[in-house]
């Protein structure tokens, strides 16, 4: 059965620094691409970043230059490293593999 679990989210204060991880179990982040997704209260839930399978990145307009998304096939995990965190950041993030999605990381950023 395959699971993701996200973990790293928390209450920062604008222009800090989180650092969401995401763990595979029964399948590996090697063969499709990986997206983080976030969703604010009342909002949709709207594409972050994503990894492909041969480590190629792409962004969120509001989140380039601030987030970076990588890949430790090792470690079976796809980490995004959030800087300069504003308050419109605040959302449950979310990690998403071919179907399936973990339950979500909270991420507050107050100012």
């Known amino acids: 059965q395959v699971q993701l679990a996200e973990s790293g989210g928390g209450a920062v204060q604008a222009g800090g620094s989180l650092r969401l991880s995401c763990a595979a179990s029964g399948t590996t982040f090697s063969i499709y691409p990986t997206w983080w997704y976030r969703q604010a209260p009342g909002k949709q839930r709207e594409l972050v970043a994503?990894?492909?399978?041969?480590?190629?990145?792409n962004y969120a307009d509001s989140v380039r230059g601030r987030f970076t998304i990588s890949r430790d096939i090792a470690k079976n995990t796809v980490t995004l490293q959030m800087n300069s965190l504003k308050p419109e950041d605040t959302a449950v993030y979310y990690c998403?593999?071919?179907?399936?999605w973990g339950p979500g990381t909270q991420v507050t950023v107050s100012s």
């Open positions: 994503s990894i492909t399978s041969e480590g190629s990145t």
């Open positions: 998403h593999y071919t179907q399936y």
